[in-house]
Nanobody, 122 residues
Framework: QVQLVESGGGLVQAGGSLRLSCAAS????????MAWFRQAPGKEREFVAA????????NYVDSVMGRFTISRDNAKNTVYQQRNSMKPEDTAVYYC???????????????WGQGTPVTVSS
């Protein structure tokens, strides 16, 4: 089983940048496709971006396309998300998650981090 710990959240001004990291423990990290989800207050958890096991392909929700970049370093058991041109509507708790499958549905993901809050001020 993989355990996930996110870091890098915090307060950022609109238009600013932030990089989130997700450190994984466990020998099977490289077997998981990884993703970031987010949950804003009063809203359901939503898909943000995912990356394949090899890191060769990534998929993004339309609202972050061109602004967020997901990447991974399997040698370091770490997933990253670079966020640029941040907007107030990006304010949410961001969760790192992994799946042995592939897709955008919350139910597909077997392991979850505890979440890290991000607040974007206008």
């Amino acid at each position: 089983q993989v355990q996930l710990v996110e870091s890098g959240g915090g307060l950022v001004q609109a238009g600013g940048s932030l990089r989130l990291s997700c450190a994984a423990s466990g020998r099977t990290f490289s077997s998981y496709a990884m993703a970031w989800f987010r949950q804003a207050p009063g809203k359901e958890r939503e898909f943000v971006a995912a990356i394949t096991v090899s890191g060769g392909y990534a998929n993004y929700v339309d609202s972050v396309m061109g602004r967020f970049t997901i990447s991974r370093d399997n040698a370091k058991n770490t997933v990253y998300q670079q966020r640029n041109s941040m907007k107030p509507e990006d304010t949410a708790v961001y969760y790192c998650t992994g799946t042995t499958g592939w897709g955008r549905s919350v139910s597909l993901y077997q392991v979850w981090g505890q979440g890290t809050p991000v607040t974007v001020s206008s």
